[in-house]
């Protein structure tokens, strides 16, 4: 099966990425990285509310705490109160390096699992020099026994949560593991080898019947693969970098999309105008509800 997607929001962001569907708002939300921006679209009537952010936000989860997100901000995570603009910091990452965080994804049991990439001088080539992590709901922070990376993408957990699917972009090749509810992980072994395509792999996420959908940088395309690895089904956007993929909706079976126009040419852009959009299709299969951060903001610990 095939599909071609429509627009949901012409946001043109610089590098949408981080989409992700809250069932408790019926809201999409996702971030403008460079812009610092958080975004929030209501499809039901369309309308937009955007968050500036004190700097880039990269990813983040949604909480069990109602009105409060976890933020995977460059330098470090924070808890933010949507109504208030309460930010609270939880802990910096990896202050000695030049990196920022990445991407992210909440765990089946709660943890915020992320990595970093590599921000080297203009010119010079990102090297892997970032890492895996894991926020626990306790706020301590773990380095994963993981592969150094230079971008980590396409964080995502099978519906049992027992495997984690991973990859270090520029390798072009998604991994997995197994992955215990006690957080322990088994060596990486490779998922799907996309060394043969000119883009890279992305951000990814995994359906209720474990299809495990990978934006392809590059390639104008969202695809879906089996939990064996093989090749499903194939989404065609009109923008040329798609950053990634959330299944949301009142049935969790629409497939949203976010895209970018960083590194574009004007003459890029002038033909493509839509990268930068976020985009929608139905996805054919139903979704998950996206876990949630269960560690909470000291603001609700504190005694009152």
Known sequence: MSGTARVVVDAANQLGEGV??????????????????????????????????????????????????????AS??????????????????????????????????????????????????????????RLNADLSLQRLPLPMVAISNSLAFSPDGGTMYFCDSPTRRIQCCDYAADGTIGPPRSFVDLRGIAGEPDGATVDAEGGLWSAQWGMARVVRYRADGS??????????????????????????????????????????????????????????????FAGMPEALLSPS
């Not at 208030?84 to 000695?96: F, K, N, Y």
């Open 20 to 73: 992700l569907w809250c069932p408790r708002a019926q809201a999409l939300y996702w971030t403008d990285i460079p812009n610092a921006t958080l975004w929030r679209c209501t499809p039901h009537d369309g309308a937009t509310r955007q968050w500036a952010l004190p700097e880039r936000l990269a990813s983040f989860a949604l909480c069990e705490a109602d009105g409060w997100l976890l933020l995977g901000l």
């Open 76 to 133: 470090r995570l924070a808890f933010f109160h949507l109504d208030s603009g309460t930010l609270q910091p939880i802990v910096e990452v990896e202050a000695d390096l030049p990196t920022r965080l990445n991407d992210g994804v909440c765990d089946r049991q709660g943890r915020f699992v992320f990595g970093t990439l590599h921000e080297p001088p203009a010119g010079e080539t990102k090297r892997a020099i970032g890492s895996f992590y």
């Open 231 to 292: 090749e499903d089904s194939i989404v065609r956007l009109p923008a040329r970098q798609p950053t990634r993929p959330a299944l949301g909706g009142a049935a969790l079976d629409t497939l949203y999309m976010t895209s970018a126009r960083d590194g574009l040419s004007a003459d890029a852009l002038r033909d493509e105008p839509l990268n930068g959009a976020v985009f929608a299709t139905a996805a054919g299969v139903r979704g998950l509800a996206e876990a949630r």
